[in-house]
């Protein structure tokens, strides 16, 4: 059992930046591959990053490729998301979730475990 809870989020300018923290309690923390999702009002969780076990390879959705990376700290228990060059449309309830598979896994049923989310605005 993994419990994630995410911090960070909250109201950016366009164009700032903003850097989100997934906090993991339980054990065998880095035996979880980890992930960023967002929901927008509306829509559908979509998946934004991917980091693997050990951090060594790590995966984005298209539309955040080159502004946001995401990385952890396994002595830490703790998934980072830096974001910059923040546009209106990354707003969003910004969740992390952890995988226990390998593999590259962007849909959020492969995913076992959610935290709560962190609200993320951009908005001048």
């Known amino acids: 059992q993994v419990q994630l809870v995410e911090s960070g989020g909250g109201l950016v300018q366009p164009g700032g930046s903003l850097r989100l923290s997934c906090a993991a309690s339980?054990?065998?923390?880095?035996?979880?591959?980890m992930g960023w999702f967002r929901q927008a009002p509306g829509k559908e969780r979509t998946f934004v990053a991917r980091?693997?076990?050990?951090?060594?390879?790590?995966y984005y959705a298209d539309s955040v490729t080159g502004r946001f990376t995401i990385s952890r700290d396994n002595a830490k228990n703790t998934v980072y998301l830096q974001m910059n060059s923040l546009k209106p449309e990354d707003t969003a309830v910004y969740y992390c979730?952890?995988?226990?598979?390998?593999?590259?896994?962007?849909?959020?049923?492969?995913?076992?475990?959610w935290g709560r989310g962190t609200q993320v605005t951009v908005s001048s």
């Open positions: 980091i693997s076990r050990t951090g060594g390879s790590t």
């Open positions: 339980g054990r065998s923390f880095s035996s979880y591959a």
């Open positions: 979730a952890a995988d226990r598979t390998i593999g590259v896994a962007t849909t959020a049923d492969k995913y076992d475990y």
